[in-house]
């Protein structure tokens, strides 16, 4: 398989042609809404804030993706070390810098393994890792809160690191961007619907101890629309493969739908377990990268080795380019 140019692809140039209408589109409604002074002015502001956010983070999202395999796998060694950055001030890991340090070691032998292509060692690297982690702290004789402290390690590492990386390791298929581009659009609107059917429909609280703002309906809504997008994406990405059949393009959907929300359950049972809101405040209207990101911490490795098992990624592609075979 060639390499692909970067809009070869009719899915990746209808992405980043939507995504660029719907922040057009809601710019324009916001406008309206502030003549026409609908709303209360906290609405407005905070809809400002979102979406101004959002031209940020789209470029961050999709620029690495349309550049190329390596600014994919820069990008998501960025994104990896932000978010334990954010996990250590939370939860306190950073008060442990040896555990913090073997972490940080990890994501960056994750994506190494990634930009080398080496599969082996990437996979290896999960339980090595985990090693390190658990006898890391031992030779100092502290045994008072070992667990708690290679817990949040061994969890660090987990969805940063091992997690996150597999969206690097994708790279290295010839034909990336669009399963990538939309793998980052149907999280985010997974977030988007949920909220949306939430607020329009309304109804029973999904788990209200752990996310009071989700409803169930809500929660449905996104799963059916997030669902139905991917496999209608994934029907033209893997056209002529093995996986060009409706039932797993929908359960890749289901895949994706399900990771997503899950991903956001899980950072929240996070927060309200230590007792915080948000993990950050670098992005107005979303609280930080964590709170951003969360939904990919799940999807990522779950989508990655669904579809590894039916097309792979990168197979016939040089290994180990850096290290050598």
Partial sequence: MTRHGTFDH??????????????A????????????????????????????????????????????????????????????????????????????????????????????????FFVALWP????????????????????????LGILAYMLFGAGLAHLSFMANEPGYR????????????????????????????????TSPNKSISGAVGALCVTT?????????IFAGTAMAQWHWLLLLGLIVGIGAQAGDLMLSSIKRDIGIKDMGTIL??????LDRFNSLLLVAPAAFHFIQFFVGFGMGQPARLITGG
């Fill in 10 to 23: 009719p899915v990746t140039i209808g992405i980043v042609a939507a995504a660029v209408l719907v922040v």
């Fill in 178 to 209: 669009p399963i990538l581009l939309m793998l980052l659009t149907t999280v985010a609107l997974s977030d988007v619907a949920a909220f949306t059917f939430g607020k329009l429909i309304g109804g029973p609280k999904l788990l209200p101890a």
């Fill in 228 to 236: 139905l997008l991917v496999a209608g994406l994934s029907s033209v």
């Fill in 25 to 120: 589109v809601a710019f324009a409604v916001i406008g309206v809404m502030t003549a026409r002074g609908r709303g209360t002015p906290e609405l407005r502001r905070e809809l400002w804030l979102r979406t101004a956010s959002w031209c940020l983070l789209l470029p961050l999202m999709m620029g690495p993706v349309l550049l190329g395999r390596e600014w994919v796998i820069g990008a998501v060694t960025l994104l990896g070390l932000a978010c334990l950055r954010e996990f250590d001030r939370a939860t306190g890991l950073f008060r442990e810098p040896l555990v913090a340090g073997i972490v940080v070691v990890g994501i960056l032998a994750a994506n190494f393994a990634a930009l080398d292509h080496w599969y082996g």
């Fill in 128 to 151: 090595l890792t985990v090693g390190v982690i658990v006898v890391g702290t031992i030779p100092r004789d502290r045994p008072a809160g070992y667990v708690q402290r290679t817990a």
């Fill in 284 to 289: 107005p209207g979303h609280g930080g990268v």
